[in-house]
Protein backbone atom coordinates (compact mmCIF):
# COMPACT_ATOMS: atom_id res chain seq x y z
CA UNK A 1 0.00 0.00 0.00
CA UNK A 2 1.22 3.32 -0.91
CA UNK A 3 1.74 5.78 1.69
CA UNK A 4 -0.77 8.60 0.16
CA UNK A 5 -3.58 5.40 0.27
CA UNK A 6 -3.12 5.44 3.76
CA UNK A 7 -4.37 8.91 4.82
CA UNK A 8 -1.38 10.45 5.43
CA UNK A 9 -1.77 14.55 5.14
CA UNK A 10 1.55 16.48 5.85
CA UNK A 11 3.97 14.23 3.82
CA UNK A 12 4.48 15.56 0.53
CA UNK A 13 2.84 19.09 1.01
CA UNK A 14 4.22 22.46 1.83
CA UNK A 15 5.01 22.76 5.80
CA UNK A 16 2.04 24.78 7.72
CA UNK A 17 4.07 24.92 11.16
CA UNK A 18 2.10 24.57 14.87
CA UNK A 19 2.02 27.49 17.03
CA UNK A 20 0.54 25.96 19.79
CA UNK A 21 0.55 21.75 21.09
CA UNK A 22 -1.58 20.07 19.00
CA UNK A 23 -1.38 16.16 19.17
CA UNK A 24 -4.08 15.85 16.48
CA UNK A 25 -1.34 16.37 13.76
CA UNK A 26 0.24 13.42 14.62
CA UNK A 27 -0.50 11.01 11.89
CA UNK A 28 0.52 6.94 11.49
CA UNK A 29 1.26 4.40 8.82
CA UNK A 30 0.87 0.91 8.87
CA UNK A 31 4.12 -1.36 10.44
CA UNK A 32 5.03 -3.53 7.52
CA UNK A 33 6.70 -5.76 9.56
CA UNK A 34 4.88 -5.58 13.13
CA UNK A 35 6.17 -9.82 13.51
CA UNK A 36 9.81 -8.08 13.94
CA UNK A 37 10.90 -6.79 17.13
CA UNK A 38 13.23 -3.54 16.30
CA UNK A 39 13.58 0.09 17.06
CA UNK A 40 12.78 3.28 15.69
CA UNK A 41 15.21 6.05 16.93
CA UNK A 42 14.34 9.79 16.00
CA UNK A 43 16.60 12.27 17.60
CA UNK A 44 15.15 15.79 17.32
CA UNK A 45 18.04 18.56 17.85
CA UNK A 46 16.09 21.48 17.54
CA UNK A 47 13.13 21.24 19.80
CA UNK A 48 11.88 24.39 22.08
CA UNK A 49 9.23 25.38 24.70
CA UNK A 50 8.35 27.55 27.17
CA UNK A 51 9.12 27.95 30.66
CA UNK A 52 5.68 28.11 31.92
CA UNK A 53 6.47 30.74 34.73
CA UNK A 54 8.48 32.66 32.95
CA UNK A 55 7.69 32.52 29.38
CA UNK A 56 11.42 31.97 28.85
CA UNK A 57 12.71 29.40 26.00
CA UNK A 58 14.37 26.00 26.52
CA UNK A 59 15.86 24.52 24.25
CA UNK A 60 16.07 21.00 24.11
CA UNK A 61 17.76 17.40 21.77
CA UNK A 62 14.61 15.08 22.64
CA UNK A 63 15.50 11.25 21.78
CA UNK A 64 11.92 9.11 21.00
CA UNK A 65 12.87 5.34 20.90
CA UNK A 66 10.00 2.66 20.13
CA UNK A 67 9.41 -0.58 19.18
CA UNK A 68 6.42 -0.57 16.75
CA UNK A 69 3.66 -2.53 16.38
CA UNK A 70 0.83 -2.27 14.22
CA UNK A 71 1.45 1.30 13.50
CA UNK A 72 4.42 3.52 13.07
CA UNK A 73 4.39 7.59 13.43
CA UNK A 74 5.20 9.17 10.29
CA UNK A 75 8.30 11.41 10.80
CA UNK A 76 6.75 15.05 9.29
CA UNK A 77 3.56 14.78 11.20
CA UNK A 78 6.21 14.10 14.31
CA UNK A 79 8.14 17.33 13.09
CA UNK A 80 5.02 19.06 13.09
CA UNK A 81 4.02 18.12 16.60
CA UNK A 82 6.91 18.64 18.35
CA UNK A 83 7.13 21.88 16.70
CA UNK A 84 3.61 23.10 18.14
CA UNK A 85 5.78 23.28 21.49
CA UNK A 86 7.54 26.22 21.10
CA UNK A 87 4.86 28.40 22.12
CA UNK A 88 3.85 25.74 24.76
CA UNK A 89 4.71 26.45 28.22
CA UNK A 90 5.62 23.14 30.22
CA UNK A 91 8.54 22.23 32.35
CA UNK A 92 10.47 19.90 31.07
CA UNK A 93 9.33 16.75 32.59
CA UNK A 94 5.99 17.68 31.37
CA UNK A 95 7.45 17.91 27.81
CA UNK A 96 8.92 14.01 27.89
CA UNK A 97 5.81 12.56 29.40
CA UNK A 98 3.49 14.39 27.14
CA UNK A 99 5.36 13.12 24.16
CA UNK A 100 5.31 9.75 25.27
CA UNK A 101 1.74 9.69 26.60
CA UNK A 102 0.94 11.49 22.61
CA UNK A 103 2.33 8.47 21.21
CA UNK A 104 0.99 5.94 23.25
CA UNK A 105 -2.18 6.88 22.80
CA UNK A 106 -1.58 7.23 18.60
CA UNK A 107 0.54 4.16 17.93
CA UNK A 108 0.08 1.48 21.14
CA UNK A 109 4.17 0.43 20.77
CA UNK A 110 5.03 -2.44 22.60
CA UNK A 111 7.28 0.10 24.18
CA UNK A 112 8.63 3.47 23.67
CA UNK A 113 11.36 5.94 25.63
CA UNK A 114 11.75 9.78 25.58
CA UNK A 115 14.79 11.47 26.69
CA UNK A 116 14.97 14.80 26.86
CA UNK A 117 18.56 16.63 26.84
CA UNK A 118 18.00 20.33 27.92
CA UNK A 119 20.47 22.96 27.93
CA UNK A 120 21.22 24.17 30.81
CA UNK A 121 19.37 26.89 32.25
CA UNK A 122 20.77 28.93 35.57
CA UNK A 123 23.84 26.71 35.79
CA UNK A 124 21.53 23.53 36.04
CA UNK A 125 21.05 20.92 33.36
CA UNK A 126 17.64 18.68 33.32
CA UNK A 127 17.31 15.57 31.31
CA UNK A 128 14.27 13.95 32.18
CA UNK A 129 13.67 10.34 30.99
CA UNK A 130 10.45 8.15 30.79
CA UNK A 131 9.25 4.83 29.51
CA UNK A 132 7.24 2.76 28.82
CA UNK A 133 6.45 -1.25 28.01
CA UNK A 134 3.28 -2.44 27.05
CA UNK A 135 1.60 -3.85 30.29
CA UNK A 136 1.43 -7.90 30.68
CA UNK A 137 4.13 -8.59 28.11
CA UNK A 138 7.79 -8.50 28.26
CA UNK A 139 8.57 -5.08 27.07
CA UNK A 140 6.80 -4.05 30.80
CA UNK A 141 9.99 -5.00 32.80
CA UNK A 142 11.72 -3.73 29.80
CA UNK A 143 10.35 -0.18 30.38
CA UNK A 144 11.09 -1.05 34.64
CA UNK A 145 14.84 -2.34 33.81
CA UNK A 146 15.34 1.01 32.16
CA UNK A 147 14.04 3.39 34.48
CA UNK A 148 15.98 2.37 37.40
CA UNK A 149 19.47 1.43 34.84
CA UNK A 150 18.89 4.90 33.23
CA UNK A 151 22.27 6.37 32.54
CA UNK A 152 23.42 9.13 34.32
CA UNK A 153 25.73 11.69 32.09
CA UNK A 154 28.51 13.82 33.83
CA UNK A 155 29.61 16.82 30.71
Known sequence: MERSE?????????TEYQTAYAPQVLETFANRHPEN???VRFHCPEFTSLCPITG???????QIDYLPDCRMVESKS????LSGFRNHGAFHED???LIMKDLIRL????YIEVSGFFTPRGGIRIHPFCAYGRPGTKYESWAEERLARYPVHHE
Open 6 to 14: EGLTALGRK
Open 37 to 39: DYR
Open 56 to 62: QPDFATI
Open 78 to 81: LKLY
Open 95 to 97: CVN
Open 107 to 110: MDPK
